[in-house]
């Protein structure tokens, strides 16, 4: 699936400048380097909310589906 959207940002503009000048030092447009900063990004996001699933020893108290498939949702932003 490569679609592409046309968008507008709002950034600060010491990122754009060093967005702008690795793009120069890399000799592509500006649209690349942020178009793979927002696929690194969402790549990372998706990663992170990857259901998790957990080993445990049957002698122990049995946890909840939950406890073994989600975590918490604090470690979904570290």
Request: hydrophobic share 40%; proline share 4%.
């Amino acid at each position: 699936m490569n679609q592409m959207r046309r968008t507008t940002v709002a950034a600060r503009v010491d990122s754009l400048a060093t967005l702008e000048a690795e793009a120069g030092r890399r000799g592509v447009s500006l649209t690349a380097v942020i178009a793979e900063a927002i696929d690194e990004k969402a790549d990372s996001l998706r990663a992170r909310r990857r259901p998790r699933v957990g080993v445990v020893d049957s002698q122990d108290r049995m946890p909840s589906a939950a406890d073994l498939v989600y975590a918490p949702e604090e470690d979904w932003r570290s």
